[in-house]
């Protein structure tokens, strides 16, 4: 039997109409993936992967153990090299998913009465992370620096006599459940002329935005004033894994502390080799041209069908339609579903009570006359017309 407090817990999720359930793979129109470049169904990037595995003798199902012990292969480091390069950074390290990748920086860096400012909106994975720290933590309104401003002076001031306080300021270029990007230059250079420590997680931001798909803060020349950026391969590039950018440095005391990276198996061969192939063709790869014409497309129709009101600002891949209470948003993505296109509901409590919203994820496979009848449909529901 499950524990009462437990059965209280789900029952209290039902009846807010907030249950989560596992979906099935399906056949509908794809608004819901975070494959944005359509990497994950790439022909030439499997093969690829495939034959320089056997032209290598890599034929290993399993890393065998972690990096630390029998799983550290030539193809990681290799890999990491050429990550590196890629992304104008000193050093990389490879992690298994972002998630294990935000549990192990932030559980293990900022250290006891250092002091962490976080965006309110920042991801699960990182509220996680900072939770296992010994840091102090205040969040800051989304996307706004003069609120972290003025809680950095009252925090600063509060704690003026610790000279070996370290302060590390979070966010994200993308938000995963908004689509929209703070002020990365103002960020960066408040956190430069104060001497904090800026992270930045590129998750929605790699294989959209920059030359070849390397992220917001090389488009913006930010590189040297972050301390880390973490970025995720499981959405633009389409396979699996995460990195954490950063000085060689920082690299070594992760390899060191990091319980997440110590304790955890390596990634298989096979993953590793899709990694790098994916990067391969995100270099020579016109689907990040094509995916930024669609996302035109649909903010354009967006605007002709009187909708703007209803979306969040974005200029990502991901494009948000606030429509407030859980019981409307399931309503609504299920209507959308019978019609033959799968755009998933986000529900309270992964967004805040009366901010539930449809979340579309637009991909360079997109077609035109998909975006129009979805946006046709959505407008029939949510105008009433």
């Known amino acids: 039997m499950l524990p009462k407090k437990l059965t209280k817990k789900l029952e209290e999720r039902k009846t807010n109409n907030g249950l989560r359930q596992l979906g099935m793979q399906n056949t509908l129109i794809d608004f819901s993936s975070n494959d944005y470049l359509g990497f994950s169904k790439n022909d030439t990037i499997f093969k690829a992967s ?5 032209d290598n003798n890599i034929a290993k199902n399993g890393a065998t153990g972690s990096r630390l012990l029998s799983g550290n292969y030539t193809l990681y480091n290799d890999l990491e090299n050429d990550i590196s390069q890629f992304h104008n950074s000193e050093a990389s390290l490879i992690f298994n998913s972002g998630y294990n990748a935000n549990i192990g920086f932030f559980s293990c860096v900022p250290q006891r009465n250092d002091l962490i400012f976080y965006d309110e909106f920042i991801h699960a994975s990182i509220r996680d992370g900072i939770s296992m720290s010994n840091a102090k933590a205040y969040k800051f309104k989304h996307n706004n620096l003069e609120d972290l401003i ?53 998750a929605h931001a790699i294989g959209v935005f920059g030359k070849d798909g390397n992220g917001l803060i090389q488009d913006l020349g930010l590189e040297q004033q972050v301390f880390a950026r973490i970025i995720t391969y499981g959405k633009g590039l389409g396979c699996h894994g995460a990195a954490i950018l950063c000085s060689a440095l920082l690299k070594h005391y992760l390899i060191n502390f990091s319980r997440p990276f110590i304790y955890t198996t ?110 046709q449909l959505l407008a029939i529901f949510v105008l009433n017309k």
């Open 150 to 202: 003025q809680k950095y002076h009252t925090e600063r001031n509060r704690n003026a006599n610790d000279k070996e306080l370290d302060i590390y300021i979070v966010t994200e270029s993308v938000f995963s459940m908004d689509g929209d990007t703070p002020d990365l230059k103002a960020f960066a250079n408040f956190c430069t002329q104060h001497n904090c420590h800026l992270i930045v997680d590129e």
């Open 266 to 375: 390596g990634i298989v061969p096979h993953a590793l080799a899709t990694i790098k192939f994916a990067y391969k063709t995100l270099e020579n790869t016109s689907e990040i041209t094509q995916l930024h014409k669609r996302i035109a497309f649909f903010k354009t129709k967006v605007k002709a069908l009187q909708l703007e009101q209803h979306f969040i600002n974005s200029n990502s891949a991901i494009q948000c339609c606030v429509v407030s209470g859980n019981d409307q948003i399931r309503i609504l993505s299920k209507t959308l579903e019978d019609n033959g296109f799968n755009v998933k509901p986000i529900l309270s409590p992964t967004v805040p009570k009366d901010q539930e919203r449809l979340r579309f994820c637009i991909h360079a496979y997109n077609t035109e006359a998909q975006i129009t009848k979805v946006l």
């Open 50 to 54: 495939h034959k320089y595995l056997l």
